[in-house]
């Protein structure tokens, strides 16, 4: 059952209109990937899209021991339904080998600028958002954290945002959820003071290339942020708002879709 928090969330969208291991250092990568004109982003659905689903279930029955938090996606109307963050940084293991991606937040505004993809009635994860060491989500905010101080990055001071494609799920049994996540040589890391709560419900159109919101009076898209501290989802929701202060990090429900880039020379 979702907390009462992301309840608040799911109701705010509703009421719209629909149109453990111990991790070893590496290097991090200073900048975002250059955004490509050859890049297509599309949902996940089709055939593909159910080959992909019988993989993920298969994983998360033999490599994540049936982990709650990732039960959550279905194949429906030819299309696969349903986002978390831990299900999405999984898709990605999958989705690398086939040289896709889950869509990052700099996609996810290049594709609403090239009018890509009708994303408008959905709601899709792309990123994690990180305040401090405490709560929301205590457990995960101080593994993470001790990451990314290893690469030498300040926690508790700006926001940090960290895109999905790039992480990696471990199973740990001491986390609540019984995942946690991992940094890899492909993660990025970002300073995202846009983020901050101070920000909350501030207006915008565009983003920035690294998928951050570029703050205007006059935008027509919402920034939700108010939370002060822990680990929150980074996720677009289905009137194109930017929500950055959701801690149920496992909610999903039939609304979610897959939004994924894949090079057109693949």
Known sequence: MPNPRFLQTAERWMNKEVPSERVQPVSPVQKSQPLM??????????????????EYNQRVSGDYQGASALNVLSFADNVLKGSNPFAFVLLNKIL?????????PADLERALEK???NLKGTYGDSGLVLRSESDPNEYLAK?????????????????????LAGIELVYDSRSPYDL?????????????????KINH???????????LPAFEDSGSRTLHS?????ICRLCRDWDLDLD??????????????VNFARSAST
Request: aromatic share 10%; hydrophobic share 35%.
């Open 37 to 54: 004109n050859n890049v297509s982003y599309s949902f996940l659905g089709g055939i593909e899209g159910q080959a992909i689903l019988d």
């Open 96 to 104: 690398t080998q086939k040289k896709m991606r889950i869509a990052t």
């Open 115 to 117: 009018e890509a993809i």
């Open 143 to 163: 593994n993470l954290a001790s990451q990314i101080k290893g690469w030498g990055y300040n926690v508790g001071g700006d926001t940090i945002m960290i895109p």
């Open 180 to 196: 946690a996540f991992r940094l890899t040589d492909s993660s990025e890391i970002f300073y995202a003071p846009q983020l901050n």
């Open 201 to 211: 419900r501030k207006k915008f159109n565009r983003a920035d290339e690294k998928g």
């Open 226 to 230: 108010n939370e002060e501290g822990g």
């Open 244 to 257: 950055a202060g959701d801690w149920d990090l496992a909610y999903s429900d039939s609304n979610g879709r």
